[in-house]
T-cell receptor
Framework: GQQVMQIPQYQHVQEGEDFTTYCNSS?????IQWYKQRPGGHPVFLIQ?????EVKKQKRLTFQFGEAKKNSSLHITATQTTDVGTYFC?????????????FGKGTHLIIQP | EAGVVQSPRYKIIEKKQPVAFWCNPI?????LYWYRQNLGQGPELLIR????????DSQLPKDRFSAERLKGVDSTLKIQPAELGDSAVYLC????????????FGSGTRLTVV
């Protein structure tokens, strides 16, 4: 079935450093979404990317969708302790297969003050 | 707006016992999902409903899991009998439709089977 691969699994950064997580699918996605899950919490929707090559920004967060609609990235500039959590990408596939979002395994962001 | 409401928040049962989880989605959201999340992993889709119809249950272990969404609003997910490997967080989510706009997740039910 469809799989969404996400790297790295863990990322330790010093507060103020930048952070990037990458997401890759072997097949073309209809759209890709990003979620954040705080420790002990549930996934919270951040953004959705639909168009090839799309770039969206939310304050210090920059999201990109690849030209082939198979990969995506999330970049955080100057991390803060409030950014701690697990960031998941989730792809929606058009056509056959599971009709809900397929989540990656997530990148756990750990920030050292 | 109350968001997606799930209960119970935690459940501990002995193996071979039945268990049920309840979900109330956001009002007006036609699409409802049940996901399972194991520790340190991403959520995995179990079943998707469009109104009261289960349109994708290919990932639901049908020998022991069942779900229903009567009247196209609340939904219940049941496991009978539970096994040790069923220990996980069961998340319910809803969205206006399948195509996008983001899912709203409930707080989940953390199931521990002993």
């Amino acid at each position: 079935g469809q799989q969404v691969m996400q790297i790295p699994q863990y990322q330790h950064v010093q507060e103020g450093e930048d952070f990037t997580t990458y997401c890759n699918s072997s097949t073309t996605l209809s759209n890709i979404q990003w979620y954040k899950q705080r420790p002990g919490g549930h996934p919270v929707f951040l953004i959705q990317l639909v168009k090839s090559g799309e770039v969206k920004k939310q304050k210090r967060l920059t999201f990109q969708f690849g030209e082939a609609k198979k990969n995506s990235s999330l970049h955080i500039t100057a991390t803060q302790t409030t950014d701690v959590g697990t960031y998941f990408c989730a792809g929606l596939y058009s056509g056959g297969g599971a009709d809900g979002l397929t989540f990656g395994k997530g990148t756990h962001l750990i920030i050292q003050p | 707006e109350a968001g997606v409401v799930q209960s119970p928040r935690y459940k501990i049962i002995e193996k071979k016992q039945p268990v049920a989880f309840w979900c109330n989605p956001i009002s007006g959201h036609n699409t409802l999902y049940w996901y399972r999340q194991n520790l340190g992993q991403g959520p995995e889709l179990l079943i998707r409903y469009e109104n009261e119809e289960a349109v994708d249950d290919s990932q639901l272990p049908k020998d022991r899991f069942s779900a229903e969404r009567l009247k196209g609003v609340d939904s219940t997910l049941k496991i009978q009998p539970a096994e040790l490997g069923d220990s996980a967080v069961y998340l319910c989510a809803s969205s206006p439709n399948r195509q996008g706009g983001g899912y709203t997740f409930g707080s989940g039910t953390r199931l521990t089977v002993v």
